[in-house]
């Protein structure tokens, strides 16, 4: 079993004026990784910023944090090159919004990042499977992409379990909704990176968030791996 538990705080809902120190403040939190929501005003109805802000993103916080781009983006193909140029770890893509997947996820593993390939929720995980031995992380959307601070989809879960099922190494990863209300649901379904915008960003104590959903993760993680 390859995978562990991370926490990735979602930016999105922070002080956007403020993104470099609250960037800053989530790794000081202990955040694992940091998520940040990528929205163009067409796959999504919202907008949020590109790669001229995570370049600057990058200077500001160093060459740790881990960057996972999650881009809610039409045609994801032609923000690969400047995303990586930018300081991007991992690129994770819509299904949705393109038309030839392995082209994409050859270009960013040439790009040097690693390949995230997320759905939405009414995209089924039969149609992300075929590509499951060629990503590094499936993210399983547990909310309509678009906005931060909406309610858990709890009927997602199956698709979790089932991806865990088939795929027992591969990083999954839940994005809408989670906080310490719903991380026992995402945990003990197989989900083992997680990203928490509101429940982290709102809290008055965002080190115990990010403590509490690591443990609980955690915990499940370790419950399998002895179940097996
Ligand atoms: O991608 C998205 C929304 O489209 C997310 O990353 C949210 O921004 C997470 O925020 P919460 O739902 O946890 O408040
Ligand atoms: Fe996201």
Redesign the pocket.
């Known amino acids: 079993m390859a995978y562990s538990a991370k926490i990735g705080p ?1 930016i ?2 922070s002080d956007l004026a403020c993104l470099g120190s609250e960037c800053t403040r989530m790794m000081d939190c202990g955040a694992d990784y940091l ?1 940040l ?1 990528v929205m163009d005003g067409h796959f ?1 109805p919202n907008i949020t910023f590109g790669h001229p802000v995570v370049e600057c993103l990058r200077n500001q916080v160093g060459p740790e944090p881990f960057f996972d781009l ?1 881009m ?1 983006v039409a045609r994801p193909e032609q923000w690969v090159r400047p995303m990586a140029a930018a300081g991007a770890d991992q690129y994770t893509f819509h299904l949705e919004a393109t038309s030839n997947v392995g082209n994409l996820i050859k270009e960013i593993r040439e790009s040097g990042m690693k390949v995230g390939l997320a759905i939405k929720p009414n995209t089924t995980v039969e149609e992300m499977a075929p590509w499951a031995g060629q990503i590094d992380m499936a993210l399983v959307m547990t ?1 309509e ?6 309610k858990f989809m709890e009927d997602m879960m199956t698709k979790v379990s089932w991806l865990r099922s088939q795929f027992p190494s591969l990083d999954i990863e839940v ?5 310490p209300d719903t991380i026992h649901k995402c945990a003990d379904a197989g989900a083992n990176m997680i ?5 982290i960003m709102k809290s008055d104590d965002p080190r115990s968030v990010i403590t509490l959903l690591r443990n609980v993760c955690a915990e499940a993680i370790q419950k399998r791996s002895l179940d097996r």
């Open positions: 979602s999105l809902n998520h929501d999504v999650h809610m909310v992409p678009g906005f931060g601070g909406q994005d809408g909704g989670v906080g990203v928490s915008g509101s429940a």
